[in-house]
DNA sequence: GGTCCCCGCGCG
DNA sequence: AAAGCGCGCGGGGACC
């Protein structure tokens, strides 16, 4: 650790001189990067009282803080001055501010993310400024942190309102672009990016526009089914409360009333030990003999689905549109696994049983709405890793037929070229699947498809029988978790499209087989989006939800896209199964209408 | 009054 | 031998 050179000037541009000393440092320096940060008056720059408070460049001799009301003029000079490459640390929320609010855009090709790279080259570890600045750079730095954090504090300042000028906040602001380089120079040791970050940048590009485009809303259905679940989900609150003095919203006052008023045994417990009252318990209320038990926990099943419709999607894609436009935040390396997550609002889980939620998005003006989903992607990646010969062969067989796999499945195992559709081993089928895609025991798999253990015992062991594969791959990358555990301190696992390294629990090594599986889904699925970039699509791009893409498009494109889609979403070289994808739509209402029953 | 965790439940 | 994976959100309730 060299530490930031002693001699490091840092200052605030708030007069004529200051801000030519700066543009001669810009101009008769020497350098390969730009240290870029920014202050902001909060978190969300699409808030109506969103303002940028500071712009910030820097290197490794010079940190320089520019009041944006004052000095914008001479912020924009510089930016538009250096045409070298700028390196950021969380270039995705600096990005967007300084194009929403200083009207500018920062070369895509020439920005670089110093977080990404991070979590690239250090996976699983923190990876904020601070963090990182502490334990690779100079643990001095965050001196400066302390100070102005008890300063505003102590007078009561937010970020919306602290003076510019105030001395640590100007020194704090200005020594973050030059931090910013440091941690450039430290993680660019090697001068090599991984692959991994080219995918990721990538997606960050094309997923930055997506928010700044933003996904239309019908305000006016919103509001009428917000008002209507309000009225039913306040009147049967009130409604269980005068009548029996119980608050259906409470799982404590819930369990309480089945069970000293009702005299419901409640059998099932949450982790923490307390009586649960979730579905599957309410489920089991409805097989009671008493009829007023299977009455009441009807209601309170039909209250919380309204009460969780109103609540989550209604009001808040009421809260948070400006002009019937969302624009939400995608974190495009959220999960450990390398899925992306959406939050303000989270689009990513709307209710898909029925189309009430979705009938909410609709197209852009005068376009349709279409959507391609990968199909089973997880599936087919696992029957790639497990190199089972039969599984693969019943995957082709399922994709020239235009079956359906699990169906599949069953006329192999069975020996039944007539296995149906309909056949009730193929829910078993499924299950068996899915439990092993996530890890689980058998008696999970026969509690999720709600049969007997014996059951489930059975079909699985059919299965084992049939792809041995499946259980040699599992057993094989438990063996490889447990040699890097000794030989390179932590088990991690690598996906297959790009080896980035995902960390595995210590004692959960059996989620490594999850693990690849979803984190090389979620690169497949990115590799996809900057394919149909590079064909031209992504600015009809809508919403991304983990294999699905929805776009909106004109009217008289949709022969053209569903060409685009099916080639840029399908990847079959190097594939032992291919990972195909359908397309749907268009539809010109809403993306409600791909989830109506007799669709 | 703010913050954090538990619980329940939505999606893939 | 056994182990369901990853997220976000809201209400309730404990705690300060």
Same mark, same amino acid.
């Given at each position: 650790?060299?530490?930031?050179?002693?001699?490091?000037?840092?200052?605030?541009?708030?007069?004529?001189?200051?801000?030519?000393?700066?543009?001669?440092?810009?101009?008769?320096?020497?350098?390969?990067?730009?240290?870029?940060?920014?202050?902001?008056?909060?978190?969300?720059?699409?808030?109506?009282?969103?303002?940028?408070?500071?712009?910030?460049?820097?290197?490794?001799?010079?940190?320089?803080?520019?009041?944006?009301?004052?000095?914008?003029?001479?912020?924009?000079?510089?930016?538009?001055?250096?045409?070298?490459?700028?390196?950021?640390?969380?270039?995705?929320?600096?990005?967007?501010?300084?194009?929403?609010?200083?009207?500018?855009?920062?070369?895509?090709?020439?920005?670089?993310?110093?977080?990404?790279?991070?979590?690239?080259?250090?996976?699983?570890?923190?990876?904020?400024?601070?963090?990182?600045?502490?334990?690779?750079?100079?643990?001095?730095?965050?001196?400066?942190?302390?100070?102005?954090?008890?300063?505003?504090?102590?007078?009561?300042?937010?970020?919306?309102?602290?003076?510019?000028?105030?001395?640590?906040?100007?020194?704090?602001?200005?020594?973050?672009?030059?931090?910013?380089?440091?941690?450039?120079?430290?993680?660019?040791?090697?001068?090599?990016?991984?692959?991994?970050?080219?995918?990721?940048?990538?997606?960050?590009?094309?997923?930055?526009?997506?928010?700044?485009?933003?996904?239309?809303?019908?305000?006016?259905?919103?509001?009428?089914?917000?008002?209507?679940?309000?009225?039913?989900?306040?009147?049967?609150?009130?409604?269980?409360?005068?009548?029996?003095?119980?608050?259906?919203?409470?799982?404590?006052?819930?369990?309480?009333?089945?069970?000293?008023?009702?005299?419901?045994?409640?059998?099932?417990?949450?982790?923490?030990?307390?009586?649960?009252?979730?579905?599957?318990?309410?489920?089991?209320?409805?097989?009671?003999?008493?009829?007023?038990?299977?009455?009441?926990?009807?209601?309170?099943?039909?209250?919380?689905?309204?009460?969780?419709?109103?609540?989550?999607?209604?009001?808040?894609?009421?809260?948070?549109?400006?002009?019937?436009?969302?624009?939400?935040?995608?974190?495009?390396?959220?999960?450990?696994?390398?899925?992306?997550?959406?939050?303000?609002?989270?689009?990513?889980?709307?209710?898909?049983?029925?189309?009430?939620?979705?009938?909410?998005?609709?197209?852009?003006?005068?376009?349709?709405?279409?959507?391609?989903?990968?199909?089973?992607?997880?599936?087919?990646?696992?029957?790639?890793?497990?190199?089972?010969?039969?599984?693969?062969?019943?995957?082709?067989?399922?994709?020239?037929?235009?079956?359906?796999?699990?169906?599949?499945?069953?006329?192999?195992?069975?020996?039944?070229?007539?296995?149906?559709?309909?056949?009730?081993?193929?829910?078993?089928?499924?299950?068996?699947?899915?439990?092993? #895609?996530?890890?689980?025991?058998? /008696?999970?798999?026969?509690?999720?498809?709600? @049969? &007997?253990?014996? !059951?489930?015992?059975? =079909? %699985?062991?059919?299965?084992?029988?049939?792809?041995?594969?499946?259980?040699?791959?599992?057993?094989?990358?438990?063996?490889?978790?447990?040699?890097?555990?000794?030989?390179?301190?932590?088990?991690?696992?690598?996906?297959?499209?790009?080896?980035?390294?995902?960390?595995?629990?210590?004692?959960?090594?059996?989620?490594?087989?999850?693990?690849?599986?979803?984190?090389?889904?979620?690169?497949?699925?990115?590799?996809? #989006?900057?394919?149909?970039?590079? /064909?031209?699509?992504?600015?009809?791009?809508? @919403? &991304?939800?983990? !294999?699905?893409?929805? =776009? %909106?498009?004109?009217?008289?494109?949709?022969?053209?896209?569903?060409?685009?889609?099916?080639?840029?979403?399908?990847?079959?070289?190097?594939?032992?199964?291919?990972?195909?994808?359908?397309?749907?739509?268009?539809?010109?209402?809403?993306?409600?209408?791909?989830?109506?029953?007799?669709?």
């Amino acid at each position: 650790m060299k530490g930031i050179n002693p001699s490091t000037e840092f200052h605030l541009v708030n007069d004529i001189e200051t801000a030519w000393a700066m543009k001669r440092w810009l101009s008769e320096s020497r350098r390969d990067v730009i240290g870029l940060d920014t202050e902001t008056s909060g978190l969300n720059p699409y808030a109506p009282d969103a303002e940028l408070r500071m712009v910030q460049i820097g290197d490794r001799t010079a940190g320089w803080a520019i009041p944006w009301k004052e000095w914008g003029g001479v912020a924009l000079e510089v930016l538009n001055a250096w045409d070298g490459e700028w390196t950021l640390h969380n270039l995705a929320f600096d990005e967007k501010w300084l194009r929403i609010h200083a009207g500018w855009q920062i070369p895509w090709h020439k920005a670089h993310d110093t977080l990404i790279m991070y979590n690239m080259l250090y996976p699983g570890q923190p990876a904020s400024l601070k963090f990182i600045t502490d334990k690779h750079i100079d643990p001095r730095a965050s001196v400066g942190q302390k100070i102005l954090d008890e300063a505003m504090k102590k007078e009561g300042w937010g970020w919306h309102n602290i003076p510019t000028d105030f001395g640590p906040y100007a020194m704090y602001s200005a020594l973050d672009p030059v931090l910013a380089v440091h941690i450039w120079d430290f993680l660019r040791a090697d001068k090599k990016f991984p692959k991994s970050y080219d995918l990721e940048m990538s997606t960050l590009r094309i997923c930055s526009g997506m928010e700044d485009r933003g996904i239309n809303i019908d305000v006016d259905y919103c509001e009428q089914q917000r008002d209507k679940l309000n009225e039913y989900v306040e009147k049967s609150k009130k409604w269980a409360k005068d009548e029996y003095g119980v608050n259906i919203g409470s799982t404590q006052s819930l369990a309480a009333f089945y069970q000293n008023t009702l005299n419901a045994h409640i059998e099932k417990r949450t982790p923490g030990g307390a009586p649960s009252m979730d579905k599957e318990s309410l489920d089991n209320m409805l097989l009671s003999d008493d009829p007023s038990v299977v009455e009441f926990t009807k209601f309170v099943l039909n209250v919380r689905k309204a009460d969780k419709i109103r609540g989550s999607y209604f009001e808040n894609f009421l809260r948070d549109h400006t002009n019937g436009l969302l624009h939400p935040s995608i974190k495009t390396m959220r999960a450990v696994t390398g899925r992306m997550s959406i939050t303000d609002p989270a689009l990513q889980t709307l209710h898909s049983n029925d189309s009430i939620v979705r009938n909410a998005v609709v197209p852009r003006e005068g376009q349709v709405i279409m959507s391609s989903d990968l199909d089973q992607v997880e599936f087919r990646v696992f029957a790639h890793l497990s190199d089972d010969e039969a599984l693969i062969e019943t995957f082709k067989k399922a994709d020239d037929t235009g079956s359906d796999a699990f169906t599949e499945i069953g006329a192999q195992v069975y020996q039944e070229p007539n296995f149906q559709k309909s056949d009730p081993r193929r829910k078993l089928i499924k299950s068996t699947i899915y439990g092993k #895609l996530y890890g689980s025991g058998i /008696a999970k798999m026969a509690q999720t498809a709600g @049969v &007997p253990f014996e !059951d489930m015992k059975k =079909v %699985s062991d059919d299965l084992n029988a049939a792809y041995p594969g499946m259980n040699r791959y599992a057993k094989e990358v438990e063996q490889i978790l447990s040699n890097r555990m000794a030989v390179e301190k932590y088990p991690y696992i690598e996906t297959v499209v790009t080896g980035r390294r995902v960390p595995v629990e210590e004692d959960r090594l059996y989620s490594g087989v999850n693990y690849t599986i979803q984190s090389s889904a979620a690169e497949i699925f990115k590799s996809n #989006l900057v394919k149909l970039d590079a /064909a031209g699509l992504s600015d009809n791009f809508v @919403v &991304p939800v983990h !294999d699905e893409i929805i =776009v %909106s498009i004109d009217p008289g494109d949709v022969e053209e896209v569903k060409q685009i889609l099916r080639e840029n979403m399908t990847t079959s070289e190097g594939w032992a199964v291919p990972l195909s994808a359908d397309v749907e739509g268009p539809f010109a209402r809403s993306w409600g209408e791909k989830y109506e029953k007799n669709h």
